[in-house]
C-alpha cells in the first residue's frame, strides 16, 4: 500500500463545477503540500498544510491530522485549471509523493 | 519571495554526452533533492542532501551523481547520458519547518 494515496486519479469536469480532489497518508508527518503541475511539466506549491484549512483565490484545502485525511477544493472550475494536482507528505527528512490527480476541464 | 532555479528548462543531447543539470535556491535551505519523472508518472526521489558535503542516493536508482559543495547549489551530473535517461528532472529545497520549494524542471531528451 502506498504511503500517500489520491482520489481520483482522473477527473473530468465542466466549468463552474465544484472539484474535491483527496489525499490520505499513513505515515506521520510534518506539514502536507498540495502542488500543480502543468503539462509543461513545472510544479507550483499550492498549499502547505499543517492543521486546519486555507484558502487562495478559489482554492481551498483542508486537513484532518487525526483521520490523516487532507482535501482540495476548487471552486468555480475554470479550463485553466485543468492541470495535475499532486499531493505531498513531509515528514522529518522525506517528501512522500501521491500519485497525482489528473484534472480536465471542459469549457 | 521564495526562489529556486533549475537550468536548462530543456535539453536535447546526444548519446554518450556529459550533463550537468544546474539546481540552484537563494533561501540558505539545507536540504535539497532532485526527483526524476517519467510522463505521466509519479515522481520519485533521486538523490538529496542535509547540507554541504552531504549527499545521499534515494529510493529509485539511478546512474547520475550530484554534489553539494555549496549550501545553495546542488547540481546533477550524468556521466554519459543515454536515451534511457530520457526523462524530467526535478529540484526542490525545504526549510526546517518542512515548506518545501520547487524548481521549474529540466526536461532531458537523449537521443
Known amino acids: 500500500k502506498n504511503e500517500v494515496e489520491q482520489s481520483p486519479q482522473n477527473l473530468t469536469a465542466q466549468e463552474g463545477e465544484f472539484i474535491t480532489i483527496n489525499c490520505s497518508y499513513s505515515v506521520g508527518i510534518s506539514a502536507l503540500h498540495w502542488l500543480q503541475q502543468h503539462p509543461g511539466g513545472g510544479i507550483v506549491s499550492l498549499f502547505m498544510?499543517?492543521?486546519?484549512?486555507k484558502k487562495h483565490g478559489r482554492l481551498i484545502a483542508t486537513i484532518n491530522i487525526q483521520e490523516k485525511h487532507s482535501s482540495l477544493h476548487i471552486t468555480a472550475s475554470h479550463p485553466r485549471d485543468s492541470a495535475v494536482y499532486i499531493c505531498?507528505?513531509?515528514?522529518?527528512?522525506?517528501?512522500?509523493w501521491g500519485a497525482g490527480t489528473k484534472l480536465i476541464i471542459k469549457p | 519571495e521564495a526562489d529556486i532555479y533549475q537550468t536548462p528548462r530543456y535539453l536535447v543531447i546526444g548519446t554518450g554526452k556529459k550533463i550537468t543539470l544546474e539546481c540552484s535556491q537563494t533561501?540558505?535551505?539545507?536540504?535539497m533533492y532532485w526527483y526524476q519523472q517519467d510522463p505521466g508518472m509519479e515522481l520519485h526521489l533521486i538523490h538529496y542532501s542535509y547540507g554541504v558535503n552531504s549527499t545521499e542516493k534515494g529510493d529509485l536508482s539511478s546512474e547520475s551523481t550530484v554534489s553539494r559543495i555549496r549550501t545553495e547549489h546542488f547540481p546533477l551530473t550524468l556521466e554519459s547520458a543515454r536515451p534511457s535517461h530520457t526523462s524530467q528532472y526535478l529540484c526542490a529545497s525545504r526549510t526546517e519547518e518542512a515548506e518545501a520549494f520547487f524548481g521549474q524542471g529540466t526536461r532531458l531528451t537523449v537521443v
Open positions: 533561501m540558505g535551505h539545507d536540504k
Open positions: 498544510l499543517s492543521s486546519g484549512k
Open positions: 505531498a507528505v513531509g515528514s522529518n527528512y522525506q517528501l512522500i
